[in-house]
């Protein structure tokens, strides 16, 4: 739908940009004609005095006005044409992404599933194929539901449960969580100050976001992961700076990590697999939290940080804060699996 408002848009303002055109174009050719018969006509028994001025600074103005609206319609043409373009490469770019992070994980399992099929397989040895083949299951389910789930969160449909949480008690237990998960070293990530303050957060999406931040330190530290993140409350924010030692990001590529598709390519790192919906996802939760996320690098293999502040309960954005609070008190109670 978005899609075809936007076609519409651009098709509107096509026209409108037409019509100016051919409006101006007639206007002149209206008054040279009209100007061309009456001195044609009259020649020089017409007095200088009777000519109206009037008239040719309206055709003046008005000409410049429809010249004007021209100018702007065919600049935002090509402003739309341009962006089109560039979603259209992001989005085939997507697509070849996704495709191959889709047969990666449906290839190893079909290939399990034909061993264990042609083979006679140890139980321990079928154990360690479930467990591969779980895994598997696992990374594409996150996958499709990254994926489907973008719509949602950019039209603000989906349920969340927001609460209002200790800072530094939160991101404690989020890092321990991602350690475990990407079964990194115990001093892999380091967290660094204190923050006690509280904030309304939905756990469940800000866990996404740390993962997120984590899985981009594993895929972009050409060497060991070493993370370190900093914590502290300003007057109105908790603010979490998150830090790798990885390759950097330029100067350029910095204004477009969060853009929705794009992938950031690195010659030292070439096989790096992903989406391009990560740090996409993790701006827009960060946004429907009533905060800012940024990125801050001093180049090639430099590391990069990402510096994410929330409003702090009670003393910043405070409606809009219980406008969160509010819409968790209105979702009907989830469902239990018993």
């Known amino acids: 739908m978005k899609r075809r408002q936007s076609f519409f848009f651009q098709i509107l303002i096509f026209v409108i940009a037409q019509l100016a055109w051919l409006s101006l174009l007639g206007l002149w050719i209206y008054w040279y004609v009209t100007n061309y018969i009456i001195f044609s006509q009259v020649g020089e028994k017409l007095s200088p005095q009777l000519i109206s ?13 429809l010249l004007v609206a021209v100018s702007v319609g065919m600049i935002l043409l090509f402003r739309h044409l341009t962006i089109q373009m560039k979603m259209t490469g992001l989005y085939d770019n997507f697509i070849a992404n996704v495709t191959h992070e889709l047969k990666s994980p449906l290839a190893s399992i079909q290939l399990y599933l034909e061993t264990m099929k042609k083979n006679e397989i140890p139980r321990p040895k079928q154990q360690d194929f479930i ?18 789930e973008i719509p949602g ?14 800072a530094d008690t939160l991101i404690h237990e989020l890092v321990n969580e991602a350690v475990k998960q990407y079964k ?3 001093n892999a990530i380091i967290i660094k100050g204190k923050a006690s303050c509280e904030c309304v957060v939905d756990r469940d999406a800000y866990k996404i976001v740390i993962n997120n931040l984590v899985d981009n330190a594993v895929k972009y530290s050409a060497g060991s992961v070493q993370i370190t993140v ?11 700076e998150f830090s790798d030692q990885g390759i950097g990001i330029s100067s350029v590529e910095q204004k477009k990590v969060f853009e929705k598709f794009y992938r950031i390519y690195n010659e030292s790192i070439p096989s790096v697999k992903g989406t391009g919906l990560g740090l996409y996802w993790a701006k827009e939760i960060i946004r429907n939290h009533g905060g800012q996320i940024s990125v801050m690098s001093k180049g090639k293999n430099k590391g990069t940080t990402f510096r994410i502040e929330l409003p702090i309960y009670q003393t910043s954005k405070k ?3 219980e406008k969160l609070l509010k819409i968790t008190r209105k979702q009907p109670p989830k469902e239990s699996d018993e």
């Open 131 to 148: 467990e591969l083949m779980l895994k598997d299951t696992s990374r594409l389910n996150n996958l499709i539901n990254s994926i489907l």
């Open 53 to 65: 001025e009037s008239k040719n600074i309206g055709t003046l103005v008005g000409g410049l006005v």
């Open 184 to 186: 990194l070293p115990g």
């Open 319 to 321: 409606r809009y804060i």
């Open 230 to 240: 900093r914590l502290f409350c300003s007057v109105k924010n908790f603010v979490l």
């Open 153 to 166: 969160l950019e039209q603000k449909k989906i349920a969340h449960s927001f609460s209002v949480y200790m």
